[in-house]
C-alpha cells in the first residue's frame, strides 16, 4: 500500500496562504495525488488532483516535485470556512481499488 | 443533481440486531464504495463494487455484507450488529476505477450500537 505522512494538525489566520505537505515515498507509477477536504458531519470533498509538475484550479493549487515522493497542497488567502480536515491520498499499487485515506491534517484557521 | 444519497442520516441499534444501510447515485458511476469513519480516524473501505454484479472486499469487511443489483444502488448490511461497529459510514461512487478518479462522497449515516 502506498502510504502518505502528513502533519495532524495547522494553524494559520484569515487571509494567509497555507500550505500543507504530504509525504508519499512508495508512490507508484501510474499513481495520481488527490486531496479532498472534509467539514464536521460532511462527507469529503474532492478539492484537486494532480499526476506531476503543478496544477492550479479555483480552489487550490498543487506543487508535484520531479520525484513525487511528496505533494504540497496551496490554499491562498484562506477564510474560516476553510477550517476543516484535509485528505492526501495517492493510488493503491495494487489489491482493492480503494482508496487509503490516513487521519488527515486538521486545519484550524483563525480570525 | 442528487450526487450521492445515504439513508438513513441516523441510526441507533441493539446488539445483534441487522440492518441495512442505503446508498444511491445518480450519475451513472460505475464504481461505488463504503467506507466507515471512526472518531480521530481516517476513512476506512469496508466493501467496494465496480459494477453491477460485482462486489469485493475493502480493508473491514467482517461483518458487513453487500450487493450491487443496479448501477445506482449499493447498499450495505450489517449480519448481526455489534459495539465495535458504532462509527459513521460513508458510501462514494466515481466514474472510474476509483484509484485515479475523484469519489463523490455522501453525508453520511451516523450509527450507534448499543
Known amino acids: 500500500l502506498a502510504k502518505t505522512t502528513q502533519p495532524i494538525s495547522m494553524d494559520s489566520y484569515e487571509g494567509q496562504e497555507v500550505n500543507i505537505t504530504c509525504s508519499h515515498n512508495n508512490i507508484a507509477t501510474n499513481d495520481y495525488i488527490t486531496w479532498y477536504q472534509q467539514f464536521p458531519s460532511q462527507g469529503p470533498r474532492f478539492i484537486i488532483q494532480?499526476?506531476?509538475t503543478k496544477v492550479t484550479n479555483e480552489v487550490a493549487s498543487l506543487f508535484i516535485p520531479a520525484d513525487r515522493k511528496s505533494s504540497t497542497l496551496s490554499l491562498p488567502r484562506v477564510s474560516l470556512s476553510d477550517t476543516a480536515v484535509y485528505y492526501c491520498l495517492v493510488g493503491d499499487g495494487g489489491g482493492a481499488d480503494g482508496l487509503t485515506f490516513g487521519k488527515g491534517t486538521h486545519l484550524i484557521i483563525q480570525p | 443533481n442528487a450526487g450521492v444519497t445515504q439513508t438513513p442520516k441516523f441510526q441507533v441499534l441493539k446488539t445483534g440486531q441487522s440492518m441495512t444501510l442505503q446508498c444511491a447515485q445518480d450519475?451513472?458511476?460505475?464504481?461505488m464504495s463504503w467506507y466507515r469513519q471512526d472518531p480521530g480516524m481516517g476513512l476506512r473501505l469496508i466493501h467496494y463494487s465496480v459494477g453491477a454484479g460485482i462486489t469485493d472486499q475493502g480493508e473491514v469487511p467482517n461483518g458487513y455484507n453487500v450487493s450491487r443489483s443496479t448501477t445506482e444502488d449499493f447498499p450495505l448490511r450489517l449480519l448481526s450488529a455489534a459495539p465495535s461497529q458504532t462509527s459513521v459510514y460513508f458510501c462514494?461512487?466515481?466514474?472510474?476505477?476509483?484509484?485515479?478518479?475523484?469519489?463523490?462522497f455522501g453525508d453520511g449515516t451516523r450509527l450507534s450500537i448499543l
Open positions: 450519475m451513472n458511476h460505475e464504481y
Open positions: 494532480g499526476y506531476k
Open positions: 462514494a461512487s466515481s466514474y472510474g476505477l476509483g484509484k485515479n478518479q475523484p469519489q463523490h
